[in-house]
């Protein structure tokens, strides 16, 4: 498959690390910001590929797992009430919220549908005018398009029993976040590809300015990362902290002009809790004011929301970058997927889910892992 498999052959693999491996001369903590990619990373084992030199850790890129306890309390609310058809991702029905989830709710009877497109609660919502429908909008500048696009067209259209659960957040007031904690580490980044096909690389160089860190825009396959770690590398043995664009197949430095505008006609930026992190000033975006009656929030005026988050769970340490999955003492025990305690072992984009389903159990490996030839998920 075109643009897939010849980013994924081992021979070229090969040929990136020994570049690698020959300008690398100290330790390098180097961090990706993305679900996608950190799958990608252990499911093809490209962290036990690299030289001892260079540790790849994961920072908090599964919008999944960074939304909110409160969101989600709020979702399980709202879901909760006669009359409502509440439509989601199907990821997001087994995230635990304060004693329950979203499977839990529809089997106490609540009206939980799955979706593949905040258009098809836009359709449900047209059928069922007797019903308020609301969408569960999650994620990062990566969703944050259609689901704005979605709301654009309930206001066009004139259907007002559609309303939008919001939680969307933003990567580079994270990359602020985790540039100005204490606990910082991270030299360099590889940036989410995707979000950058959005949003362009317009938000970066100031950023890598001012923490003096390359920020290197990377795909999702293992040639994509490989090259991004290899340009972010030669970056730091030479004293530099550049943007660069190793995703140019699908990145262009303006983004997605049509998709920017929609985002800017719908949203507006606020600051926004992530889950296991904290509050992070401007870090999401909510309806603009235009748009409010559109907000489920706001409809549905949900107050006395009391969390609590699963004890033993450290699923914050592990979005910081602070503690890898394994190092979790629930991991693999009290905390499988079948059975998660917290949210990232329940996304399919979810650090703990990858260290789970790609057997990283802690330990050295006893061979060398192989570029596999196989679709990344
Ligand atoms: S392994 Fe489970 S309990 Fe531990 S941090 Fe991950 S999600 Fe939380």
Redesign the pocket.
């Known amino acids: 498959m075109r643009y897939l498999e010849e980013f994924q052959d081992p021979r070229l693999a090969r040929r990136l690390l020994d570049e690698i491996r020959a300008i690398v001369t100290r330790p390098w903590t180097l961090m990706e910001v993305c679900g996608g990619q950190t799958h990608s990373i252990i499911r093809h084992g490209i962290d036990q590929l690299l030289p001892q030199e260079i540790e790849l850790i994961h920072g908090p890129g599964c919008p999944v797992c960074v939304t909110p306890l409160e969101v989600i309390d709020k979702a399980l609310e709202i879901a909760s009430r006669p009359g409502v058809v509440f439509c989601s991702f199907g990821d997001m029905l087994r995230v635990p919220g304060t004693g329950r989830d979203l499977f839990r709710v529809r089997a106490e009877g609540g009206d939980v549908r799955v979706v593949y497109s905040p258009l098809d609660a836009l359709r449900i919502a047209r059928q069922n005018p007797d019903r308020e429908v609301v969408f569960f909008g999650i994620g990062f500048e990566t969703t944050a398009p259609p689901n704005a696009m979605t709301v654009h067209q309930a206001r066009r259209l004139g259907i007002r029993n559609f309303s939008l659960l919001v939680s969307h957040v933003r990567v580079p007031p994270a990359i602020e976040a985790i540039m100005t904690s204490p606990q910082a580490r991270v030299q360099a980044f590889l940036a989410a590809g995707h979000v950058c096909s959005v949003m362009g690389t317009g938000e970066y160089p100031e950023l890598a300015e001012r923490f003096g860190v390359p920020i290197v825009v990377t795909g999702f396959e293992p040639l994509d990362i490989l090259e991004g770690v290899r340009r972010a590398v030669h970056q730091l043995e030479n004293g530099r902290h550049t943007v660069e664009n190793a995703y140019a197949r699908a990145v262009r430095d303006e983004g997605n002009p049509a998709a920017r505008a929609m985002l800017a006609d719908v949203f507006e930026t606020t600051d926004r809790a992530w889950r296991g992190i904290g509050t992070i000033p401007g870090s999401g975006w909510r309806l603009a004011e235009r748009y409010r009656e559109f907000d489920a929030e706001h409809r549905f005026s949900v107050t006395g929301i009391t969390t609590c988050e699963p004890a033993?769970?450290?699923?914050g340490e592990?979005l910081q970058g602070l503690l890898k999955?394994h190092q979790?003492e629930?991991?693999g025990t009290l905390?499988t997927p079948r059975n998660?305690?917290?949210a990232?072992?329940v996304s399919s984009e979810g650090a703990?889910a990858a260290y789970y389903l790609y057997r990283r159990l802690g330990g050295t490996p006893t061979t060398a892992p192989t570029v596999e030839a196989s679709p990344v998920g």
């Not at 033993?312 to 699923?315: D, I």
Request: charged share 5%; with cysteine; glycine share 12%.
């Open positions: 033993g769970c450290r699923s592990v999955p979790c629930a991991f905390c998660p305690l917290g990232t072992m703990c």
